[in-house]
T-cell receptor, first 113, second 117 residues
Framework: SQQGEEDPQALSIQEGENATMNCSYK?????LQWYRQNSGRGLVHLIL?????REKHSGRLRVTLDTSKKSSSLLITASRAADTASYFC?????????????FGRGTSLIVHP | KAGVTQTPRYLIKTRGQQVTLSCSPI?????VSWYQQTPGQGLQFLFE???????NKGNFPGRFSGRQFSNSRSEMNVSTLELGDSALYLC????????????????FGPGTRLTVL
């Protein structure tokens, strides 16, 4: 099963609105990362937040992390049509003696111009 | 620096055949990971190589194998292809291997779209 699960699975908003997507995970983590994927392409790293951080900003992106709830959220402010993409959270799950990078199923964001 | 490159970008094979995909990481990156992405299963980790050694392996059958060369370039091979192997195969490189510090930032290639008929 996936270590991280994004919610909602799909989000449709108008340009200029804010978009919030959430990620829940199961085991303890050292860091959590968010990636973006445009249709059928590779993933692009957006932001990394460490387990001892609660909030991090990068441009129009704001990420929060609540380790007590094992959850993270990604907020995109003043969205643009170019933000249309799938967004994934990624953690490392310990399995079989090593750390396995694991990704959630993603949130599909559509921003209407 | 040049990004991660993957070849070929598209591939069509028939059941029972085998396929080899190639990945060239960012210069200086010694870790290469492979992922399979399908609509049903999402992004699934296949394996990770670091300094020519497989360091981590996901839950895939032995038909899926890989290797890494001394220049960090990596190949993955799928033998006896099945219809369910149709997917986007993504390669990602990073400076370090996934460890107790968590996953390092990974830089992804554009992927190879494999279609099995």
């Amino acid at each position: 099963s996936q270590q991280g699960e994004e919610d909602p699975q799909a989000l449709s908003i108008q340009e200029g609105e804010n978009a919030t997507m959430n990620c829940s995970y199961k085991t303890s983590i050292n860091n959590l990362q968010w990636y973006r994927q445009n249709s059928g392409r590779g993933l692009v790293h957006l932001i990394l937040i460490r387990s001892n951080e609660r909030e991090k900003h990068s441009g129009r992106l704001r990420v929060t992390l609540d380790t007590s709830k094992k959850s993270s959220s990604l907020l995109i402010t003043a969205s643009r049509a170019a933000d249309t993409a799938s967004y994934f959270c990624a953690t490392a799950a310990y399995s079989g003696g090593s750390y396995i990078p694991t990704f959630g199923r993603g949130t599909s964001l559509i921003v209407h111009p | 620096k040049a990004g991660v490159t993957q070849t070929p970008r598209y591939l069509i094979k028939t059941r029972g055949q085998q396929v080899t995909l190639s990945c060239s990481p960012i210069s200086g990156h010694r870790s290469v990971s492979w992922y399979q992405q399908t609509p049903g299963q999402g992004l699934q980790f296949l394996f990770e190589y670091f300094s020519e050694t497989q360091r981590n392996k996901g839950n895939f059958p032995g038909r899926f194998s890989g290797r890494q060369f001394s220049n960090s370039r990596s190949e993955m091979n799928v033998s006896t292809l099945e219809l369910g192997d149709s997917a986007l195969y993504l390669c990602a490189s990073s400076i370090r291997v996934a460890g107790q510090g968590g996953t390092d930032t990974q830089y992804f290639g554009p992927g190879t779209r494999l279609t099995v008929l």
